[in-house]
């Protein structure tokens, strides 16, 4: 499998802390610098039927904030209706999920555009049944790894022991997103410093509390030039 300089695998801290914003961010400003993009879920729970096709919100962000339109079956391969933990849906959902099957889906999107992001599911260590994890997934792809912390109470722990992880599973990480969920959050500036300190990865940006559809705004924070 080919993998270029410019596809990342995306993660984060946590769950709901900005993963899909800003890797919508990210597709926007990667089409600024020229490239066709396009952004992948391989996984997602929580769907409903709209005419006849399952939509998920995440998968929608991603879709919108991509130049290059793939087929459903490519973007998100496995897409379950349970808004919950993934390897408990497949479960409930009788959904066998494959590694193998993503990285086909995920070269199949290499033919269509210049940029991909995969973003995962959740946390980097989420299991995907009683085998697999994200790490599996990720490990698979090897891809470059660009972490998102949700910038809240615990984000420095949460932040060190993901980079640790991504580490220890053999992965580089690219590069890390300060994203802030909690506008009241103390001490904000000298959370950011210590993570700058400590995670050995270059801060893309500091996004402060934007709407979902403020997307194009986020993108302007970023800084790609910096990506190990």
């Known amino acids: 499998m080919q993998n270029r300089k410019n596809d990342y695998f995306i993660t984060g801290t946590d ?34 039927e709209i005419d006849g096709v399952l939509h998920n919100e995440d998968v929608d962000s991603l879709v919108a904030a991509s130049s290059i339109k793939a087929p459903q079956e490519i973007v998100v391969p496995y897409l379950m209706r349970t808004p919950a933990a993934p390897h408990i849906v497949a479960a409930m959902e009788s959904v066998k999920m494959d590694v193998q099957h993503i990285q086909y889906c995920y070269q ?32 698979r792809l090897a891809l470059p790894v660009i972490l998102v912390v949700g910038m809240r109470l615990g984000c420095i722990n949460h932040a060190l022991l993901t980079a640790q992880a991504i580490n220890a599973s053999g992965l580089r990480l690219a590069g890390w997103v ?5 506008t009241d959050m103390k ?25 979902f559809n403020e997307i194009e705004q986020a993108s302007q924070y970023l800084d790609l030039n910096l990506l190990k």
């Not at 989420?126 to 994200?134: A, F, H, K, Y």
């Not at 300060?178 to 909690?182: E, F, H, I, L």
């Open 15 to 48: 769950t709901e802390i900005g993963k899909t914003f800003t890797t919508s961010a990210l597709l926007r400003a990667f089409a600024k610098q020229g490239n066709s993009t396009l952004g992948l879920k391989p996984i997602a729970s929580g769907a409903e």
């Open 108 to 139: 199949q999107a290499q033919q269509l555009a210049d940029v991909v992001l995969v973003e995962g599911v959740g946390g980097f260590c989420v299991p995907l049944d009683d085998e697999t994890s994200t790490v599996d997934l990720a490990q």
């Open 178 to 182: 300060a994203n802030t969920v909690d």
């Open 187 to 211: 001490f904000f500036e000298e959370n950011v410093q210590a993570l700058k300190q400590r995670l050995d990865a270059p801060c893309l940006a500091v996004i402060p509390r934007l709407a």
